[in-house]
């Protein structure tokens, strides 16, 4: 069993969690932790975000926000010991210092298919979690 699992999610692909939650539903057993990290993705320069609306970021973090907490009453109703989070920026990066932060010791995520030889075994952010986590990472497809 793990104590602190994070489970890195894409609440608009379910693909990046349909397969994951039962299998750490059952890692962590009913003591263990379960974070669920869902990333809004950065924009790249402010240049790009000049032509946004005004009070976009802002709607967009409060919509995800909802969505996740909507999220795990619906998947984890069961579960009193299950965290949101929702961050901004590179996914990889995100991903690592969200477990880093909350001592995680197991991340746990689905992994797109192959879309040629570079990412031939896992995904591209999931190459990337694997290479450079400290603690296990559980990659399911």
């Not at 869902?38 to 946004?52: E, I, N, Q, R, T």
């Not at 069961?78 to 991340?107: C, F, M, Q, W, Y």
Request: no cysteine.
């Amino acid at each position: 069993m793990f104590n602190k699992i994070l489970v890195p999610i894409d609440l608009n692909q379910p693909d990046s969690w349909e397969k994951v939650l039962p299998a750490v539903d059952a890692l962590a057993g009913p003591e263990g932790e379960v974070h669920l990290l869902a990333v809004l993705h950065d924009l790249g320069s402010a240049m790009v975000g000049s032509y946004l609306p005004d009070g976009f970021e802002r709607h967009a973090v409060e919509t995800a926000t909802a969505q996740l907490e909507a999220f795990v009453a619906e998947h984890f109703p069961n579960r009193s010991n299950v965290t949101p989070h929702l961050s901004h920026g590179h996914v990889p990066e995100v991903v690592l210092a969200t477990a880093k932060k909350i001592g995680a010791d197991l991340i746990a995520m689905a992994s797109h298919p192959p879309d040629g030889f570079r990412t031939f075994f896992v995904g591209s952010y999931a190459d990337k979690i694997v290479h450079h986590a400290p603690m296990p990472v559980l990659v399911m497809r």
